[in-house]
């Protein structure tokens, strides 16, 4: 079965850093395209990264020079690291695997998702 | 930017009616729409993509049409686990990627 946990979430001050975790199972994140959305409360989604199975990456105009995306082949796990946090990265953050159909893989349709973890940046 | 505008922002509908979402782009995506579905305290999910093909495990009932700059979710007839939230969301010449704001569907 094909699943995702995210993990890593937290209150974290502004200006701080935070490093969240997606492990994944049931397939080989190395061999997929990977994202990161998210979702401030009460509000819509917001794409905020991929990284290819190429190892390149993509990202949000938000978050660029801030947010890094990687992985971690040996653990199967996806990350991303964010730094110079502000007020408005308060979300939660979804990983999302890059949609394979039956006859090729999308970078940018995105399913499975994780079940999210919370960010809340405040002073 | 590709900006998606979505209609109505909440739809009432009763179980075994017909949905009709819409989702405008603010310039021509050719069929680079997908549409989700998120139901309270869940991710989303994946229904449609390239504007018209259902993801794997969708039920027929979901429809997805359009091209250019106006597409159309159909529900053919709403089951209880039909009311949710739906998004569209766009891939044309990205980055960026965005999402329209999101149509609540609620029971009557």
């Known amino acids: 079965e094909v699943q995702l946990v995210e993990s890593g979430g937290g209150l974290i001050q502004p200006g701080g850093s935070l490093r969240l975790s997606c492990a994944a199972s049931g397939f080989t994140v190395s061999s997929n395209y990977m994202n990161w959305v998210r979702q401030a409360p009460g509000k819509g989604l917001e794409w905020v990264a991929v990284?290819?199975?190429?190892?390149?990456?993509y990202y949000a105009d938000s978050v660029k020079g801030r947010f890094t995306i990687s992985r971690d082949n040996s653990k199967n796990t996806l990350y991303l690291q964010m730094n110079n946090l502000r007020a408005d990265d308060t979300a939660v953050y979804f990983c999302a695997r890059g949609y394979c159909s039956s006859t090729s893989c999308h970078p940018v349709w995105f399913d499975p998702w994780g079940q999210g973890t919370l960010v809340t940046v405040s002073s | 930017e590709i900006v998606l505008t979505q209609s109505p922002a909440t739809l009432s509908l009763s179980p075994g009616e017909r949905a009709t979402l819409s989702c405008r782009a603010s310039?021509?995506?050719?069929?680079?729409l997908a549409w989700y579905q998120q139901k309270p305290g869940q991710a989303p999910r994946l229904l449609i993509f390239e504007a018209s093909n259902r993801a794997t495990g969708i039920p027929a009932r979901f429809g997805g049409s359009g091209s250019g700059t106006d597409f159309t979710l159909t529900i053919t007839s709403l089951e209880p686990e039909d009311f949710a939230v739906y998004y569209c969301?766009?891939?044309?010449?990205?980055?960026?990627?965005?999402f329209g704001q999101g149509t609540r569907l609620e029971i009557k």
């Open positions: 990284i290819y199975n190429t190892g390149t990456t």
């Open positions: 969301q766009q891939r044309s010449n990205w980055p960026p990627i965005t």
């Open positions: 310039q021509s995506i050719s069929r680079s």
